[in-house]
Each structure stands twice: as C-alpha cells, then as structure tokens.
C-alpha cells in the first residue's frame, strides 16, 4: 500500500523562523517524492521533488529512506510563504499521486 | 500558454441529479488525471488517462462515478445520482509525455444538497 502523512494540520511561525513541515510515506519499493503547494486563491502547484534535489523559494527537502520521510525546509521562513503545503508519493510503476492531508503554513509578521 | 482548465467552477445540485465536470489538459499533453479533495480530506486520485484509454480507475469511488476522454484532450466526469458525500473540490490535472510534472487545473466545487 501506498500511503503519506503530513502530522500536522497547522504550523504557524513567525517571519524569519526556521520552517520545517514533516511527511512521512509507507511505501514497500522505490518511491518518488513531491511537495505541492498551494497559495490562497491559486491552483495546487509543484514545489519541488526529491530526484531533482533542487531548492526552490529557499525550500528544500531530503529524502530519508531509512526513516521514510520527506520532510520540508527552510530557514528563515517569509510572510508569502503562507500557503497549504502536501507532500505526495508516486509509486514505481504508478502514474497517480499519493497525497498526505496537508500542512497549513501560517508565517506571521 | 493556457494551462489545465476545468468547467464549471462551482456546482450546486439537488441529491438524486446527474452531474458532469470538464476538464480541458494543457495542449499536448497526453496524460490527464482526476483527483478528488473532499473536506477534511487530502486529494484521493480518481482516475488515469493515457490518450483516450483509462489504464488506471482504480481510485473510483463507485459505479456512480464515470470519465471519459475524447481525440486525446478534452475529459468529462459523470457523477451518476449525486450523494451528499459527493461534496468535493473535483481537481483535474495533466502531464507530458515524460509524467514527471503534473500541472492542475483550478478545480470544480461540487455541492450536493
């Protein structure tokens, strides 16, 4: 089976805090990982994926085999980052995504 | 250029009716996919096109639930006899052939009263 979790609903800092949203995936093969965001108002966008090691808007994430996580970073978080964050799985052989539930980043001033 | 479009934006419909979404893939893209985000609830995968066929359905929720995809573009949901718990933002999303990236559309509210 194929399954996220994102523990929390809701994370609130404040500007220029250290941000890190947890996802963890149960998955038995090679899994490939993503983060999705979406700002208020606009459509659910990709933020970044775990074969391209890249950082983007300052975020980066890892994945961590050994612990099955995927978690989101960024040191000094910014107000615009405010957005509803999902991590998401695609399972070797699958075309579908896999999404957790959501994390709610709230970045206050 | 133009990206994922889904029609209507909002729907609200009496318990019982049939209802249809449109979803219209970013040109060229021969990958469409049909995700479910329910209240409370992270986005549940409906169903895959490759072309016009639908090698993967398996995240249909019931027989009330259809898609089709026709000339390889334009995707329409069917929701057959329309429950409350149908209730849900109907998000589509279309991909490359390469499938690494899928790009979503803004989405369809559906309410059920």
């Known amino acids: 089976a194929q399954r996220v979790t994102q523990p929390e609903k809701l994370l609130s800092v404040f500007k220029g805090a250290p941000v890190e949203l947890k996802c963890n995936y149960s998955?038995?093969?090679?899994?490939?990982l993503f983060w999705y965001v979406q700002y208020s108002r606009q459509r659910l966008q990709l933020l970044l994926r775990h074969i391209s090691r890249e950082s983007i808007k300052g975020f980066t994430a890892d994945l961590n085999k050994g612990e099955t996580s995927f978690h989101l970073k960024k040191p000094f978080a910014q107000e615009e980052d405010s957005a509803m964050y999902y991590c998401a799985l695609r399972g070797t052989g699958f075309q579908k995504l896999v999404f957790g539930t959501g994390t709610r980043l709230l970045v206050s001033p | 250029g133009a990206g994922v479009s889904q029609s209507p934006s909002n729907k609200v419909t009496e318990k019982g009716k049939d209802v249809e979404l449109r979803c219209d893939p970013i040109?060229?893209?021969?990958?469409l996919y049909w995700y479910r985000q329910s209240l409370g609830q992270g986005l549940e995968f409906l169903i895959y096109?490759?072309?016009?066929?639908?090698?993967?359905k398996s995240g249909l929720p019931s027989d009330r639930f259809s898609a089709e995809r026709t000339g390889g573009s334009v995707s329409t949901l069917t929701i057959q006899r329309t429950q409350q718990e149908d209730s849900a933002v109907y998000l589509c999303?279309?991909?490359?052939?390469?499938?690494?990236?899928?790009?979503f559309g803004p989405g369809t509210r559906l309410l059920v009263l």
């Open positions: 999303a279309s991909s490359s052939q390469n499938q690494e990236t899928q790009y």
């Open positions: 096109f490759q072309g016009n066929s639908a090698p993967d």
């Open positions: 998955y038995s093969g090679s899994p490939e």
């Open positions: 040109s060229g893209h021969t990958a």
